[in-house]
């Protein structure tokens, strides 16, 4: 390769050569360039860009390699990384000339289309976008970490790329911007698209109307050099192949019927019959989970035959589907199943690679023939889905764990003999031994009983297990700890490490507070709040996303806060008024300085007694200030006029509803013994009160999504707030309803695949013990929760590794990692153990 430009530094790192000039002036954000390639061409392309890169004064990363470039193109890490082979930060007066010489020099170069940014040439691989150049991140309103660019005007625009084109309105376009497309439609015009049904990086699917026969028909894209494997082929190979299948399949009852094949461009299309508006996916997320112990249409027995039926069908044809799950089964108005996607499937034994993770993968091997059994393990799964609303666990490396983790995760949701036949039929079409799997689909085929399977269940949580994974899961959040405060590690780190509460280094400090008398723990934390209280970073003012809560983790551990905080004078888009909720607004803001006026009177004698009361006070300023925007209406909750099926019980919950605000109220009315704040906390809570109800029954219908269990947006959250209200206000009519919201909680705790404590299992197990010193019930829950927690990990149980909301890795974060579930099974073990906050 190259060698690097003289007077620039270059390194490397896992994914990206690097060239920095030292000439190149300080910028948070601008316009930027890309450069597509494909893995072949990687070197080529790199000799034809270093030269032009020398002309002019900019930063530089490319992929390392082309093995890296090909795991980039294929869109499986993020959908944004495809095509952008290149990224090149010029300084402004830089960028039209160095975008016209690139321009130049790789005329006639191919590489996929980076559908984040604007073209400059048909004839060039060189895009262009407005982006951030440092990076400054914080944690958004959905918990999701946020690159951020803060505009002349003060207004926040988000940085991330997208899988569509976006400028903030302070950036005009430099070059020529392209003319507004048309809907002129496909295949010279015949297919007028209708709408979107999934946008991915390997190409988009759409509904379109076929205008010579005026019917509803569905359009396939494949874009050029995505996912292109080691012998060149791509997404394009694999849309002919499914092409090819469906004519091999013509005849083969429940299938897509192929219409048409054309070109645009270098992408191609694939035109096939409407199969339904819906996939069972959709379906089990909007109508519930299907249910064989209830009479109607939406039973697991019924729907395993009907896709046996179609898989039979295809099998007798010679093709082995390879890909089957829950987003591949399209549901025809009238209920009808029919199996769509086979652009990885085998014909007599072989095909393209690919496979799904928990679906398709433990059974699919590159070097072993296809063959019928494997579609047996992808309907198995697809059951599993469709009975519980889960996916099946993916985290451990072992696929013979996954599936009886899978299997435990099952019995919990599917329990007595009333769902027997279900949890056999699955546990053996899921049986990673192919003999297994096809004699389960006989018994399925001949409508005979599924053999007896073995019983599948979590570990027993005893003292001693509990112990031993406090002592693992302590130490994976030191190390964590250690990680980030490491100044290489965080110096190399492509994304920063967040500091916020929610998503960040404050979460995980708060809670390694509670182990000090662990080994390591006071030296990791002592690092670990030094890295935070020296990050600079535009954070708001928000207790779990921005400053407040990283003040009080500074505070927690001895060190000065940051200095005084602003509140917000309107909402987080530049207007209204500002935002209530508990994660980003003023209730959250006020909540945390009571904690952080506490926390000054709590260690007066340490310090000089004068400097203490001044801090409190202001501490104390802040939360008045907070109450009076509240009380008065100057501050209000974003209104959810339009719910969508996942929120649950968004408006009332407490990450960004009532329950927040009626939270901080109690706290503040508890801190002053003000009569007039007493008042403002009553009415609150007794408006919450009267909710709730509703949101129980709503939780307890069939279809209710399992949100409705959730600490953030349902009846965790809720209930909390309850039993807080119960104990504050001496009303038991609250610890009644805190206990109904716990037991509705634990009947959707077994279809909550997460782990974590927004939106998972530690949220709720919280609940539990909060609800525990009065009634053993709610310990015992607690502990029922703690076992199907460890149902959805990966390792041994006495070493759990606990998976973020992708479940597929181990993160430290509070709302979403392992620290939130660390302060669960802490409190598990000692019940008087207090958590970091609400």
Sequence with gaps: MTGPIAGRRAWSDDIWSYLLDPRMPAMEHGWKLHISARPSTLHTVLALVLPVLEQHVCHAKWARDPDTLRTLNSGTENAA??????????????????????????????????????????????????????????????????????????????????????????????????????????????????????????GNVY?????????????????????????????????????????????????PRALDYFRHRDDEYLVMTSCGDRDLRREVQTHGPYRDAELGPRRVLPLARELLRILDGIHRRGVVVRDLKPNNVVLAPDGRCHLIDFGTSAVHGTGPAGSTPGYSDPVVRPDTAAQPADDY???????????????PVIADPDPAVNRERTLAALEFALPGAAHQQVRALIAELTDL????????????????????????????????????????????????????????????????????????????????LHHLDRPGVRDAVTALADWTAHQTRTLPPGLYSGRTGVDLFLTAAGLPPGPAIALPTHGPDGSGPPEADLIDGIAGIGLGHLHLARHETRHETRRDTHHDTHHGARH??????????????????????????????LTQGLAHGDAGVAYFLLEYAHTTADPTALEHAHRACSQLAAATPAIIDAANHPAATRRYGSWCRGLAGIGTVLAHAADR???????????????????????????????????????????SPAAEEFHAAATTVATLLLTRTA?????????????????????????????????????????PLP
């Design 729 to 771: 206000l001496a009303d038991p009519t609250y610890r009644t309803l805190a206990e109904q919201s716990a037991r509705t909680c634990l009947a959707i705790a077994p279809r909550m695949p997460l782990v974590t404590q927004c939106c998972g299992l530690a949220g709720v197990g919280n609940l539990m013990l909060q609800l």
């Design 207 to 255: 509904r379109a109307l076929d205008q010579v026969t005026g019917t509803t028909v569905v359009v396939k894209q494949a874009r050029a050099y995505v996912a292109e494997d080691a012998h060149g082929t791509d997404t394009r190979d694999r849309l002919r192949h499914e092409r090819a299948i469906l004519d091999l399949l013509v005849t083969t009852p429940g299938l």
């Design 433 to 512: 031994d192919a003999t297994a799997r096809t004699a389960g689909a006989a018994r399925l085929r001949n409508a005979k009983p599924a053999a007896t399977a073995q019983k599948f269940s979590g570990p027993r949580l005893s003292p001693d297990l509990l112990a031993e994974i406090l002592d693992h899961t302590t130490a994976y959040c030191v190390a964590e700890a250690r990680r980030i405060a490491d100044p290489e590690l965080s110096a190399r780190a492509a994304v920063p490490t967040p500091i916020d509460l929610y998503s960040g280094s404050a979460g995980l400090g708060l809670e390694l």
């Design 795 to 835: 390792g041994p149980p006495p070493h759990p590794v606990f998976p973020d909301p992708g479940l597929t890795r181990p993160a430290f974060p509070y709302a979403t990692g392992t620290a939130g579930v660390l302060t669960f099974l802490r409190r598990l073990a000692d019940p008087t153990e207090p958590a």
């Design 81 to 202: 990384s495809v095509g952008k082979a290149f990224t090149i930060y010029p300084a402004p007066d830089e960028l039209r000339p160095l975008a016209h010489a690139l321009t130049a020099a790789l005329r006639g170069h191919l590489g996929p289309q980076i559908i984040s940014d604007r073209r400059l040439d048909p004839d060039a691989p060189v895009y262009y976008r407005y982006g951030p150049f440092t990076g400054d991140y914080r944690t958004g309103r959905g918990g999701r970490l946020e690159s951020v660019m803060t505009g002349p005007d003060g207004r926040v625009f988000d940085g991330l790329a997208g899988t569509t084109y976006r400028c903030p309105p302070w950036a005009e376009d430099p070059f020529s911007p392209p003319a507004p497309a048309t809907n002129s439609g496909f295949g010279g015009g015949r297919y007028r698209v209708t709408g979107g049904i999934t946008r991915k990086p390997q």
């Design 620 to 649: 104390l300023a802040v939360a008045a200030a907070c109450h009076d925007l509240l009380t008065t209406g100057r501050a209000r909750l974003a209104p959810t006029a339009s719910p969508r099926p996942g929120d649950a019980a």
């Design 377 to 391: 393990y992808g309907l198995g799964m697809t059951l599993h889905f469709a009975a519980t609303g889960m996916d």
